[in-house]
């Protein structure tokens, strides 16, 4: 996520140290709490109906976190780092805050069943076994995808999930995309 820094609508660059990591997350949950307390004050429930009521310069922009290897943060610092990611899973969408979680490890230790039950979309790529599918999209299936951008993808309001493929970016298209937004 380093080459990502440099973007001008980063609201910090990249952070790679766990322990950093987790001051972020919190920093985070802390924006979600002052812009729910806005919210109360104009009468609003999300982020919507909030830019709606005020003036252009008072409009929240939206944010999106991304983890990239939540598993190392998770054996990091388990007990603060879930209970951060469980408030916001449950809470931060109606506030304009978007929560990506990647990992490489698939197991109901990182992927607890208190987060897991508030992230509404889930994306599986290949995995080696049934149980890593069933842990992530809560069916089998992701064993059998062929990889290189092979996906399942569940949303919340279906039991099915949706075979779908995602691109594939090189390195240097991803340097050209950021030269290009800097």
Same mark, same amino acid.
């Given at each position: 996520m380093t080459p990502y820094s440099s973007i001008p609508h980063m609201l910090m660059p990249a952070i790679t140290v766990s322990d950093k990591a987790l001051e972020a997350i919190k920093l985070i949950d802390e924006e979600m709490r002052k812009r729910y307390k806005k919210f109360a004050e104009l009468n609003v #429930?999300?982020?919507?109906?909030?830019?709606k009521a005020v003036p252009e310069d008072d409009k929240m922009p939206r944010i999106v976190v991304i983890v990239d290897e939540y598993m190392e943060m998770m054996f990091q610092a388990h007990m603060d780092l879930e209970m951060y990611i469980a408030s916001l899973s449950r809470l931060a969408?109606?506030?304009? =805050?978007?929560? &990506?979680?990647? +990992?490489?490890? +698939?197991?109901?230790?990182? =992927?607890?069943?208190?987060? #897991?039950?508030?992230?509404?979309?889930?994306?599986?790529? +290949? &995995? &080696?076994?049934?149980? *890593?599918s #069933? +842990?992530?999209?809560?069916?089998? !299936?992701? *064993?059998?995808?062929? !990889?290189?951008?092979?996906?399942?993808?569940?949303l919340a309001d279906s039991s099915i999930p949706i075979h779908a493929k995602?691109?594939?970016?090189?390195? *240097? *298209? &991803?340097?050209?995309?950021?030269?290009?937004?800097?």
């Open positions: #429930k999300n982020i919507d109906s909030f830019n969408r109606a506030s304009g =805050i978007h929560l &990506v979680l990647a +990992t490489q490890r +698939t197991s109901s230790d990182v =992927i607890t069943s208190s987060i #897991k039950a508030n992230i509404p979309c889930r994306a599986s790529f +290949t &995995v &080696v076994d049934w149980r *890593e #069933k +842990t992530i999209i809560d069916r089998t !299936g992701a *064993e059998r995808l062929l !990889g290189n951008g092979d996906m399942l993808y569940s995602a691109s594939y970016i090189s390195y *240097e *298209e &991803v340097d050209r995309v950021i030269e290009a937004i800097s």
